[in-house]
């Protein structure tokens, strides 16, 4: 089976590329002196071995696949220069298919010349793109003798005086006609020289220098350049925009779209230019209020609620409004009170007091319509709502009296327990508090922390409790400790600490050593990008059955710290693979690149349609609503084609007649985790489909199979 399919993947392959093999076995050109040869075996992730340097000139290239260099199944490969990429050599077109089953017995030649730089090869057998490496053509020795030649220009806004407002960007570049431009370095200020790979920008105040130099690839190291520059702050920006409201109202609302028992109101604000200072409203008339929550308005009747923003350069925004109605649920049937109980805790003398304090816990249960709240009186006083168990400290006899009443209005009889609270005696405290420190803030390779450290002191006493906290920072007088001490000075630290408690016992002194070092210049240029699509072309162009995105970023400064691709509209995921998409029809894929400072490259696309000759999927049923439903909860989840043809309402089939409501519950679980996987849903949004299939009635007695 394997050497049939192996068959039919050669014949395909050789078929799409009939000339690609032209150049090979040459034999009317004389043989070159260098013979280079790459072999391959039964691993399609790597060839079993391959050349990695090489000298310009004509070479002969080998490629061999074969019993011998460890193919036992009959894979085939193949031997491909990469011509598509700029970022490297593309002046030899290479492509050798081998097996150990063609006319050659899987050993191939061809010759070729070589120039000086980076040649990208791979393998280009479907699944066996992860095959591949890089080959560098150095000059040959003594062809080279003449340094490359360099230039700088310096960009950015200018004011009358010619001076760069804000920051200034210097863009090196290089050339060498004879080896090539192997690299370019730079020095601001007097640093030491580093890799060039992007134009450089520098934003900080005043008069700069930047010298620079670039070396070919035979080693030629051209004379030392400079470029002059100032930078100047820009004048700070005037705001005269108000910030932009607007707000939304949530809760259960009834078929009139009146809000039961409750609505909240939530109020937002944004200002693009100075910022937002602060938010107010006003609910039906009432003064003005500062907005620091969503607002809950729970009681019945119609509702106005204002809103309005200030920003922090005091722009206010016009005034908008919501308006909505609260009503009341409908009264439940309950005729029986709740039951109630009170227990009493803590620490008794022999005759059964509690010494200093006693806690009171009420419980109260209603099996109807529930419990709506618990209230309580301690000696005699009015009655209070019972939110947590209840501490009394105050010496002598008490009387809690409780009651607890249920959401249909019923109230529970009144009962009552007794206890008697006496005091402790005066504890005898001789031993000084525990005291600890720990050191926190960014730290480097070596364990320094960068641009400042933050010391935490904790004190604890078992007794008569902590007085207060001293510190002393490198040989200083103590000082009282109330919150935790940033240092920010660079060098070596010493900070000493020691804690009295109430009974006037000090700790002995201890300390915590740290090291505070400058922070390294910041990075503000995001990462480069670039993506590449493979797989089997139709005569259109089209990608038959699937296609193979292949996405890579670089990133000279932080480095490359995420790369996340969105399919089809998606949400951004994170990419860790090449993304295989064996969906038919069109198909648009972003993608983007974050480094390590938190830089992030603008989103680039490509799109490409695959094709397929297989049947159209039987779907359960059609609906193609624009979201997901679950019985008659919207989800707000996009109902998005799956990888089979159908929707995703069509396979959560919520308008079927289930077994039960756990049935239905159980099925939706099990298809947002297939489609989780296959990343048509992000985790958000399957978690939102799983909440509302267990909020529906679908599978309930009660529940309706009307149409949508």
């Given at each position: ?203 900080s105040v005043g008069r700069h220098t930047l010298s620079y130099r670039a070396t070919d690839k035979a080693g030629n190291i051209s004379p030392v350049k400079s470029v002059e520059f100032t930078v100047v702050a820009p004048e700070p920006p005037k705001d005269t925009t108000p910030p932009d409201t607007s707000a939304t109202v ?16 939530a109020v937002t604000a944004s200002d693009a230019e100075s910022g937002v200072a602060g938010i107010e409203y006003s609910l039906d008339g009432a003064s003005y209020g500062n907005y620091a929550a969503p607002v809950a308005v729970n009681s019945v009747g119609r509702h106005t609620l204002s809103y309005r923003a200030t920003d ?389 007695p009660n529940h309706s199979l009307a149409g949508r």
């Amino acid at each position: 089976m394997l050497m049939a399919l192996m068959a039919v993947v050669f014949t395909a392959f050789a078929l799409a590329v009939p000339a690609a093999y032209a150049a090979v076995n040459r034999a009317e050109e004389p043989a070159a002196t260098q013979v280079l040869t790459w072999t391959a075996g039964d691993d399609y992730m790597k060839y079993t071995s391959a050349p990695t340097t090489a000298v310009a000139g004509k070479a002969t290239i080998v490629f061999e696949s074969s019993a011998a260099t460890g193919n036992t199944t009959g894979l085939t490969h193949t031997l491909t220069f990469d011509v598509s990429n700029t970022d490297y050599n593309n002046d030899v077109s290479l492509n050798i298919l081998a097996s150990p089953f063609d006319s050659q017995g899987g050993r191939h030649t061809a010759e070729v010349t070589l120039t000086p730089g980076v040649y990208r090869y791979f393998c280009a057998m479907p699944g066996h793109q992860m095959m591949t490496g890089e080959l560098i053509v150095t000059a040959a020795p003594g062809d080279d003798t003449t340094a490359p030649d360099t230039s700088a220009t310096v960009s950015g806004t200018k004011d009358s005086a010619g001076n760069y407002v804000g920051s200034a960007n210097v863009t090196l570049t290089a050339s060498d006609a004879e080896s090539g431009v192997a690299g370019i370095e730079y020095s601001l200020d007097g640093a030491s020289y580093g890799n060039y790979a992007a134009p450089v920008a520098v934003n900080s105040v005043g008069r700069h220098t930047l010298s620079y130099r670039a070396t070919d690839k035979a080693g030629n190291i051209s004379p030392v350049k400079s470029v002059e520059f100032t930078v100047v702050a820009p004048e700070p920006p005037k705001d005269t925009t108000p910030p932009d409201t607007s707000a939304t109202v949530s809760g259960t609302k009834d078929s009139a779209g009146n809000y039961v028992s409750s609505a909240t109101v939530a109020v937002t604000a944004s200002d693009a230019e100075s910022g937002v200072a602060g938010i107010e409203y006003s609910l039906d008339g009432a003064s003005y209020g500062n907005y620091a929550a969503p607002v809950a308005v729970n009681s019945v009747g119609r509702h106005t609620l204002s809103y309005r923003a200030t920003d922090k350069a005091g722009n206010i925004s016009p005034v908008k409004s919501v308006e909505f109605t609260v009503v009341a649920p409908e009264p439940p049937k309950d005729t029986t009170p709740p039951d109630t109980s009170a227990t009493v805790s803590g620490t008794k003398d022999s005759a059964g007091n509690y010494v200093s304090s006693a806690t009171v816990t009420v419980t109260a249960s209603d099996a109807e319509s529930g419990v709506a709240g618990i209230e309580y009186s301690l000696d005699g006083a009015s009655y209070r709502n019972y939110a947590a168990p209840v501490a009394v400290n105050s010496v002598g006899r008490h009387t809690l009296t409780y009651r607890a009443t249920d959401k249909a209005g019923n109230i529970s009889p009144v009962k009552s327990v007794e206890f008697t609270v006496v005091a402790p005696e005066p504890p005898k405290d001789t031993t000084p508090p525990d005291t600890s420190a720990t050191v926190s803030g960014t730290k480097d390779s070596a364990g320094n922390y960068v641009s400042s450290a933050t010391v935490t002191v904790t004190a604890s006493d078992a007794e008569s409790g902590v007085a207060g906290i001293e510190y002393s920072l490198d040989g200083a007088s103590y000082r009282n400790y109330a919150a935790p001490v940033a240092v920010n000075s660079v060098g070596r630290h010493t900070l000493t600490y020691r804690a009295t408690d109430k009974a006037g016992n000090t700790s002995p002194a201890q300390s915590v050593e740290f090291t505070v070092v400058a922070a390294p210049p910041e990075d503000r240029t995001p990462p480069q990008v670039s993506a590449s699509v493979s797989g089997t072309k139709n005569d259109s162009g089209d990608y038959v059955g699937s296609a193979t995105v292949t996405v890579t970023a670089s990133d000279a400064e932080s480095g490359v710290a995420r790369i996340e691709y969105s399919l089809d509209g998606g949400s951004y995921l994170q990419y860790s693979a090449p993304v295989a998409i064996d969906r038919a029809g069109s198909h648009t894929l972003l993608y983007r690149a974050s480094d390590k400072a938190g830089n992030t490259s603008t989103p680039q696309s490509l799109s490409l349609t695959i094709v397929d000759s297989k049947p159209p999927t039987d779907c359960p049923e059609t609906d193609d609503r624009s979201t997901v439903f679950t019985g008659s909860i919207n989800t707000g989840v996009p109902n998005r084609v799956t990888t089979n043809g159908c929707t995703v309402n069509e396979l959560i089939e919520d308008h079927r007649a289930w077994k039960n409501h756990g049935a239905f519950v159980s099925h939706v679980g099990e298809i947002v985790t297939t489609l989780r996987k296959e990343g048509v849903l992000d985790q958000r949004e399957a978690a939102l489909i799983k909440k509302a299939a267990g909020q529906s009635d679908v599978g309930m007695p009660n529940h309706s199979l009307a149409g949508r």
